[in-house]
T-cell receptor, first 113, second 110 residues
Framework: DAGVIQSPRHEVTEMGQEVTLRCKPISGHNSLFWYRQTMMRGLELLIYFNNNVPIDDSGMPEDRFSAKMPNASFSTLKIQPSEPRDSAVYFC???????????FGNGTRLTVT | EDQVTQSPEALRLQEGESSSLNCSYTVSGLRGLFWYRQDPGKGPEFLFTLYSAGEEKEKERLKATLTKKESFLHITAPKPEDSATYLCAVQRRGNTPLVFGKGTRLSVIA
């Protein structure tokens, strides 16, 4: 089992550019979560999917953020346009169902200059 | 709104010096309290789930306990490899996502 795979591991971009983060969940897991981690705010839930359907996106900070899950093995989080305050580590996590412990990927460290 | 507060923010221990980390929570209808360990540059790794007051779980040098308002992670005779950030999270009844605390950064010095 390769675990949750995220790419890229690091992303450095300029303000105003589009950023796309990718996630491959563990095979067979029906729930997928996107979290953002900063020193100030800790881990914050952005959005989660169940069976590829977005269930709650109330944590998405603004319309610049969007997430998709076109199939059970792939999800993307897009920021357009990016801003310096979006700099953080973005984690994807999956679980067999919404009540099981989360399995996290190793994150994407995003720096927006 | 669900809230999780962890203390201390950082803790430095000598190898073998036992201590406890605290997680205070406010949640309407707790379904479960989760402990995770996070190493630098990695994602959080699941340790324990506690479901009811009085419950305890153990894994090697770690023991987690739960009351109606807080949870403790006891570390007995820690080793340098126990150095990590320990995160606490709560889940409300109703299949809601986890709400995390900011973590306690533990350093164990040989």
């Amino acid at each position: 089992d390769a675990g949750v795979i995220q790419s890229p591991r690091h992303e450095v971009t300029e303000m105003g550019q589009e950023v796309t983060l990718r996630c491959k969940p563990i095979s067979g897991h029906n729930s997928l979560f996107w979290y953002r981690q900063t020193m100030m705010r800790g881990l914050e839930l952005l959005i989660y999917f169940n069976n590829n359907v977005p269930i709650d996106d109330s944590g998405m900070p603004e319309d610049r953020f969007s997430a998709k899950m076109p199939n059970a093995s792939f999800s993307t989080l897009k920021i357009q346009p990016s801003e310096p305050r979006d700099s953080a580590v973005y984690f994807c996590a999956s679980s067999p169902d919404r009540n099981s412990p989360l399995h996290f990927g190793n994150g994407t460290r995003l720096t927006v200059t | 709104e669900d809230q999780v507060t962890q203390s201390p923010e950082a803790l430095r221990l000598q190898e073998g010096e036992s201590s406890s980390l605290n997680c205070s929570y406010t949640v309407s209808g707790l379904r479960g309290l989760f402990w995770y360990r996070q190493d630098p540059g990695k994602g959080p790794e699941f340790l324990f789930t506690l479901y009811s007051a009085g419950e305890e779980k153990e894994k090697e040098r770690l023991k987690a306990t739960l009351t109606k308002k807080e949870s403790f992670l006891h570390i007995t005779a820690p080793k340098p490899e126990d150095s990590a950030t320990y995160l606490c999270a709560v889940q409300r009844r109703g299949n809601t996502p986890l709400v995390f605390g900011k973590g306690t950064r533990l350093s164990v010095i040989a």
